[in-house]
T-cell receptor, first 115, second 114 residues
Framework: AQTVTQSQPEMSVQEAETVTLSCTYDTSESDYYLFWYKQPPSRQMILVIRQEAYKQQNATENRFSVNFQKAAKSFSLKISDSQLGDAAMYFCAYSSETSGSRLTFGEGTQLTVNP | EAGVVQSPRYKIIEKKQPVAFWCNPISGHNTLYWYRQNLGQGPELLIRYENEEAVDDSQLPKDRFSAERLKGVDSTLKIQPAELGDSAVYLC????????????FGSGTRLTVV
């Protein structure tokens, strides 16, 4: 079974600075998808960024980018120019064709942005 | 366009009582998911529907949980009887079949069993 691990329960960053959230996963599959979701106090899970395992190029969405290391099974999220609105719980998630689009989530990292 | 709508937003019940949660997915989305999120943890899939058919319910505790998706649109998740350990946030999500861009989640129902 696939597992996703986030080893940082909490992180903090100063406004306008850069922060990196870590995620590792375990799988025997070669084709899969990785996601970062943001969950603010409203509880709605919001997709931040996604990465397809067969793509070597790291995904980027505005201030958000990932460092995908397939051999190391690592998928970190970098947030540049952090804003107060970035404060939330961030979840790393895994999905694959064989899992039937089931998302397997990590435990989450609570990000605080200090003004 | 309305997102995934869930109700109620909060529910407090006594143990052994029944409870039901409702979800209306995004129009046209034929795949619907129910996830449970325990405090301080990531969500875990309970059941996945493709249209009216439950195609993955392996994690659904069938002794007390049931779900239905009549007409392949909105869905109801029921717990009867509720236990203290059922306290959690119940999230609904929807997507198109084969969608690779992740799903759209609702805001969830926070259940407290006392």
């Amino acid at each position: 079974a696939q597992t996703v691990t986030q080893s940082q329960p909490e992180m903090s960053v100063q406004e306008a600075e850069t922060v990196t959230l870590s995620c590792t996963y375990d799988t025997s599959e070669s084709d899969y998808y990785l996601f970062w979701y943001k969950q603010p106090p409203s509880r709605q899970m919001i997709l931040v960024i996604r990465q397809e395992a067969y793509k070597q190029q790291n995904a980027t969405e505005n201030r958000f980018s990932v460092n995908f290391q397939k051999a190391a099974k690592s998928f970190s999220l970098k947030i540049s120019d952090s804003q107060l609105g970035d404060a939330a719980m961030y979840f790393c998630a895994y999905s694959s064709e064989t899992s039937g689009s089931r998302l397997t989530f990590g435990e989450g990292t609570q990000l605080t942005v200090n003004p | 366009e309305a997102g995934v709508v869930q109700s109620p937003r909060y529910k407090i019940i006594e143990k052994k009582q029944p409870v039901a949660f409702w979800c209306n997915p995004i129009s046209g989305h034929n795949t619907l998911y129910w996830y449970r999120q325990n405090l301080g943890q990531g969500p875990e899939l309970l059941i996945r529907y493709e249209n009216e058919e439950a195609v993955d319910d392996s994690q659904l505790p069938k002794d007390r949980f049931s779900a239905e998706r009549l007409k392949g649109v909105d869905s109801t998740l029921k717990i009867q009887p509720a236990e203290l350990g059922d306290s959690a946030v119940y999230l609904c999500a929807s997507s198109l079949v084969g969608e690779k861009d992740g799903y759209t989640f609702g805001s969830g129902t926070r259940l407290t069993v006392v």
